[in-house]
C-alpha cells in the first residue's frame, strides 16, 4: 500500500470510530511512523509502505480508534509554542491553562529575578515555560507522582533548564518548603468534582491520570490546599495563579479573600472563568502548620 492510500484508509477508519480531526490523525501518526514531518510525507506520498511500517502504523490507528488520546501515542503535546513529552501519569497540556503564562506574564516583571513553585507539575508545562520565558527566574516542580515527576525532569532537560529548574516529589498540603521563599506560585491543580465524573469524556476518564484530574470537596479541595500553601510560603505581596473549573471562580475568589487582596478571574475563549490570581496581603494571617 501506498503512504497516500495507507493515510486515507488511516482516516476513514477513524471517522467511522468517531474519533476528532480524522485526517490530522491519521498524517500525524504516519509521520511519527515515517519518521518524518509534514512535507516529508508529501514527499513520500507514492512511496509503498514495506510491511513493517504498515503493521506498525495501523497499530497506532487501532489505539487513536479505541480512544487513547493522539498526544499519549505520539508521545508529546505543544503548549505555548513548547513540546512537551507527556505519559499516561501526566495530564495532557490543554489550550486552557495557557492563559496562567499570559496572566502571570501580564503581572510580574519578567526581567527581575524571582523564584516560583509549579504546583501539580505533571510534565511541567506550566513551570518549563516560565523558565523558558524568563531566564532570570528559578522555579520548582513539585509533584506527588514519582513518574510524572520523571517526566518532567526530562522535559527540563529538553529545555535546557536544569539550572534553574528543581524537581520535588511532595504532596500538595505538605510542602518541605521555608515559609515565605517564593515569589510566585502556579497551578493548574486536579479540580473536577466526583460527583461530575459522568460528564467527563471517555478519552479523558479512560486515560488521563484521575489524581491529575479529580479532588475532593466539589473539586475544591486541592485548589484550597495550593492557596494554603501560597499563604505559607509566598512571601509579602507575592501572587499566587490558579486554573479552576468553568462553575468555580466564585468560591476560589473567595477562599482567595481571605489572606489576598487584588483578587481577579479571567475567562477562557470559550468565555468560562478559568484563571483566579491575588497578592498575598502584607499582613496576612500565616497560620501555623499542623
Ligand atoms: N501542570 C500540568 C498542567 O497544567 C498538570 C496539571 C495536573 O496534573 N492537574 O497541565
Not at 512537551?84 to 502571570?104: D, G, K, W
Not at 519578567?110 to 516560565?130: P, V, Y
Not at 475544591?220 to 490558579?242: C, K, N, T, V
Amino acid at each position: 500500500m501506498r503512504v497516500r492510500e495507507a493515510q486515507r484508509l488511516a482516516a476513514r477508519i477513524l471517522t467511522k470510530a468517531k474519533r476528532d480531526s480524522p485526517a490530522l490523525s491519521a498524517r500525524l501518526l504516519l509521520a511519527k511512523v515515517l519518521a518524518t514531518d509534514r512535507s516529508g510525507l508529501l514527499l513520500k506520498s507514492e512511496e509503498v509502505l514495506d510491511r513493517k511500517q504498515g503493521k506498525a502504523f495501523f497499530a497506532l490507528v487501532r489505539r487513536r480508534s479505541r480512544g487513547e488520546p493522539l498526544a499519549y501515542i505520539l508521545g508529546s503535546r505543544e503548549f505555548y509554542g513548547l513540546d512537551f513529552q507527556v505519559n499516561a501519569s501526566t495530564l495532557i497540556p490543554r489550550p486552557e491553562t495557557e492563559h496562567i503564562i499570559e496572566c502571570v506574564l501580564a503581572q510580574e516583571s519578567t526581567e527581575r529575578r524571582l523564584c516560583f513553585a509549579d504546583l501539580g507539575t505533571g510534565s511541567g508545562n506550566l513551570g518549563i515555560t516560565l523558565a523558558y520565558l524568563c531566564p532570570n527566574w528559578r522555579g520548582l516542580l513539585i509533584d506527588i507522582s514519582a513518574s510524572a515527576l520523571a517526566q518532567a525532569k526530562a522535559n527540563t532537560a529538553r529545555h535546557g533548564l536544569e539550572k534553574r529548574l528543581t524537581c520535588l516529589r511532595a504532596d500538595l498540603g505538605s510542602l518541605p518548603l521555608a515559609q515565605q521563599c517564593l515569589d510566585v506560585l502556579v497551578a493548574n491543580p486536579p479540580y473536577i468534582a466526583h460527583e461530575e465524573k459522568d460528564l467527563v469524556m471517555d478519552e479523558v476518564l479512560n486515560f488521563e491520570p484521575h489524581l491529575a484530574l479529580f479532588a475532593d470537596n466539589h473539586g475544591l479541595a486541592q485548589l484550597q490546599a495550593a492557596i494554603d500553601e501560597a499563604s505559607h510560603h509566598l512571601l509579602p505581596g507575592g501572587r499566587i495563579y490558579l486554573e479552576h473549573g468553568a462553575e468555580q471562580g466564585e468560591a476560589v475568589r473567595n477562599l482567595l479573600q481571605k489572606n489576598f487582596t487584588e483578587v481577579s478571574t479571567i475567562r477562557d475563549l470559550a468565555g468560562h472563568e478559568r484563571v483566579s490570581f491575588g497578592r498575598l496581603k502584607k499582613n496576612s494571617l500565616i497560620l501555623t502548620k499542623k
